[in-house]
T-cell receptor, first 115, second 112 residues
Framework: NAGVMQNPRHLVRRRGQEARLRCSPM?????VYWYRQLPEEGLKFMVY????????ESGMPKERFSAEFPKEGPSILRIQQVVRGDSAAYFC?????????????FGPGTRLTVT | DQQVKQNSPSLSVQEGRISILNCDYT??????FLWYKKYPAEGPTFLIS?????DKNEDGRFTVFLNKSAKHLSLHIVPSQPGDSAVYFC???????????FGAGTRLFVKA
């Protein structure tokens, strides 16, 4: 039973390019969360999705960031026109039910570097 | 706006002794609290949780204590082992909400 998968593990983008981060939740999990961790900081909530629905995106920057969790396929976090400040580790997590009752299972993260 | 605070960025403990990691929160509406452990280059893994109707939850070497009046929780690890060396995140959530709010983490070093 594979855990949460994220790819790529490392992503380098030049300023102005698009970054696309993928997350496949654990089997049977229909709830997906994205977090960002800046150096020396904790995990910052970005967005919570269920299949085909964005439930809470209050942690997402208003511009350039978007997320989706289609009926088929992985969840995607998209960052358009990346800037140096977007450099961070992005973690995806999944859970079998809605928060806060169940713990979340985290993927290994995608480390984005913007040059 | 730090609703969950871990004021000690790091903690060093001798193997076999007790490790105590502390966490404070500001939102009295939080009713569910969790601790996660994170090794380098890996995602956080769930360790232990407690709901606000309890003041203690124990799982093996790990015990979480909750003091609602002080808005404070702590994680006790006893006895500490070198494999416990990791970053520990405290997190809080509230029923009906969708966010889990994480603290900045405390890096625990357990010396052999």
């Amino acid at each position: 039973n594979a855990g949460v998968m994220q790819n790529p593990r490392h992503l380098v983008r030049r300023r102005g390019q698009e970054a696309r981060l993928r997350c496949s939740p654990m089997k049977g999990h229909s709830h997906v969360y994205w977090y960002r961790q800046l150096p020396e900081e904790g995990l910052k909530f970005m967005v919570y999705l269920q299949k085909e629905n964005i439930i809470d995106e209050s942690g997402m920057p208003k511009e350039r960031f978007s997320a989706e969790f289609p009926k088929e396929g992985p969840s995607i976090l998209r960052i358009q026109q990346v800037v140096r400040g977007d450099s961070a580790a992005y973690f995806c997590a999944s859970s079998p039910s809605s928060p806060p009752g169940d713990e979340q299972y985290f993927g290994p993260g995608t480390r984005l570097t913007v040059t | 706006d730090q609703q969950v605070k871990q004021n000690s960025p790091s903690l060093s403990v001798q193997e076999g002794r007790i490790s105590i990691l502390n966490c404070d929160y500001t939102n009295s509406m939080f009713d569910y609290f969790l601790w996660y452990k994170k090794y380098p280059a890996e995602g956080p893994t769930f360790l232990i949780s407690i709901s606000s109707i309890k003041d203690k939850n124990e799982d093996g070497r790990f015990t979480v204590f909750l003091n609602k009046s002080a808005k404070h929780l702590s994680l006790h690890i006893v006895p500490s082992q070198p494999g416990d060396s990791a970053v520990y995140f405290c997190a809080a959530a509230l029923t009906g909400g969708f966010k889990t709010i994480f603290g900045a983490g405390t890096r625990l070093f357990v010396k052999a």
